[in-house]
């Protein structure tokens, strides 16, 4: 009688740490920062050199510059910037917080483990609960000319600043909507750059239906901006409300930005035209994952589908996801709040995330409140700088992506061709296959395939996402450390059943 193949042992895999935090800004270091006074390990994962993310990028150095006399650049930064200086101390204060820099992560998986790379040398790391706190990403604009040297977008501007001191020369035009376009052109004349000309696409008469939504706890932001826009006039700056049209024209660089202004054709000539349509989570880590993502059709955008605390949901199939997502999501890669509220929220998520490690008693009602309190400016400023540059879809000979050159003509070609699902679109065309994986096209891409079918929520929603979510190097990818033992199995006769294994010696060689 043939005994019965013996069941493989389960191997179990140690966690590396009671938390892993990816991405280092003010969500990021306010979670560990809580996790790390209450006595967990926490290890944070940063593409940057430094701690800040993108608010507080390089605030360190700044600081340490202005001590030795070269402070223009802070004092222009303002007030808000140099705010982060105490999170960062703190930040870096906490023994318990492994603070791993210019570490990039390309895998997430539900039940906790992540994928990490830096420099030639890659690994897995686990933990029973993660934490993504990877912030956000300007909402990508294709418009004519968008491709052009000397065509950059408001946040790439401020990294130049923050993190080399790199100012722009020559005749400078800012166009787009949004608080970061104007907090921008503020930094660039208190440097000593006037903008030739800050042209917004939103009209006064989107402010004054948005003052409907202004709370109390969110008249701060309201006022700074105000102070700002002041501030220009005063300096002389010229501005126009209620652009649309935008062109970048020119051959081998950037020479004009052409637009419309009621009805009014202009032209205006620059060096550097700086666009901002405004921001919306990154979602591509959660997608990568398989996280539950939702269409916000206000900020025509997704992001993750989360509860109150943060915690995801897996859409993966029932055989691939654990019994419970380890995963949370915090900051601005969970709704766009700007710093306080990345801060409050993500000293929620470490709440909760304690009440899981069995270390906490669950959500203050005092760090709910933080947030809400935090929050309560966006519904004002949603509806203040609706989406601009990005409200009508381009026309055909725009290119939407810029990795593989494809024009929203050819795009809408395939679409009507049949290739109507977006991983059939991907598959046909190589949309969304390149270096930036769907980060700059995805939308656009969606957006074309509803606009063909007459549909206001693009569907299926995203490409599914695939690991490594970032260029893995094949040297890396081959000495990869942290494997879990039960994927380096090797599969021999004597694992397979006697029936397979007969099967097998029956096979004939070729």
């Known amino acids: ?104 992560v390309w895998e997430v998986r539900p039940d906790g483990t992540v994928g990490w790379l830096r420099g030639m040398q890659a690994g897995y ?21 968008w491709t052009l040297p000397g065509v950059m977008t408001a946040g790439a501007v401020q990294t130049l600043l923050k993190a080399g001191n790199l100012k722009p020369t020559g005749r400078v035009v800012l166009a787009g909507t949004g608080p970061l376009l104007l907090l921008l052109a503020r930094q660039l004349h208190r440097l000593g750059v006037k903008p030739a000309l800050v042209g917004r696409t939103d009209r006064p008469a989107d402010a004054l239906r948005a003052a409907r939504h202004l709370r109390h706890d969110g008249l701060t932001p309201v006022i700074k901006g105000l102070g700002w826009l002041a501030q220009l006039k005063l300096a002389g700056v010229r501005s126009v409300t209620g652009l649309s049209g935008l062109v970048a024209e020119g051959h081998e660089k950037v020479e004009a930005a052409s637009f419309t202004v009621r009805g009014r054709k202009m032209r205006v000539p620059c060096d550097l035209l700086v666009v901002h349509d405004g921001i919306v989570p990154a979602v591509d880590i959660p997608n990568g994952a398989g996280l539950a993502l939702q269409w916000d059709q206000v900020n025509a955008s997704w992001r993750p589908r989360t509860a109150p605390d943060g915690q995801a949901a897996s859409t993966l199939p029932s055989g691939l996801r654990p019994d419970h997502c380890a995963i949370r999501i915090t900051g601005d890669a969970r709704r766009i709040g700007g710093a306080d509220a990345a801060m409050a929220h993500g000293r929620l998520a470490a709440q909760a995330i304690l009440t899981d490690l069995g270390r906490g008693s669950g959500v203050s009602t005092k760090a709910r409140k933080a947030v809400g309190r935090t929050l309560s400016v966006r519904p004002f400023l949603d509806a203040a700088f609706p989406p601009g540059l990005s409200a009508t879809l381009p026309g055909d000979d725009t290119i939407v992506c810029r990795c593989e050159e494809l024009t929203a003509g050819t795009l809408r070609e395939k679409i009507r061709a049949g290739f109507t699902n977006m991983d059939a679109l991907r598959g046909e065309t190589r949309c969304g296959m390149g270096p930036c994986q769907g980060r700059n096209c995805m939308v656009t891409a969606a957006r074309l395939i509803a606009e063909g079918q007459d549909a206001s929520i693009p569907t299926p929603p995203v490409f599914r996402g695939r690991p490594p979510i970032r260029p893995l190097p094949l040297g890396a990818l081959a000495s990869l450390t942290g494997l879990d033992p039960r994927e380096t199995e090797l599969l021999t006769l004597e694992d397979k059943p006697e029936n397979d294994r007969e099967e097998t010696a029956h096979v004939p060689a070729h």
Not at 129 to 137: K, R, S
């Open 125 to 145: 790391l686990r933990a029973p609960c993660v934490l993504l706190a990877h912030g956000a990403m300007e909402r990508p604009v294709p418009f004519p000319g």
């Open 1 to 104: 009688m043939t005994q019965p193949a013996s069941p493989r042992p389960t191997l179990s895999v140690p966690m590396d740490t009671d938390a892993i935090i990816v991405g280092c800004g003010p969500s990021g270091m306010a979670a560990a920062i809580e996790l790390a006074e209450a006595g967990c390990s926490v290890i944070v994962l940063d593409m940057q050199p430094a701690p800040g993310g993108q608010i507080f990028r390089n605030l360190e150095a700044n600081i340490a510059a202005d001590r030795s006399g070269g402070g223009e650049l802070l004092a222009a930064l303002g007030p808000s910037y140099r705010a982060g200086a105490d999170l960062i101390r703190r930040f870096r204060a906490c023994t318990r917080i492994d603070y791993r820099s210019q570490t990039t």
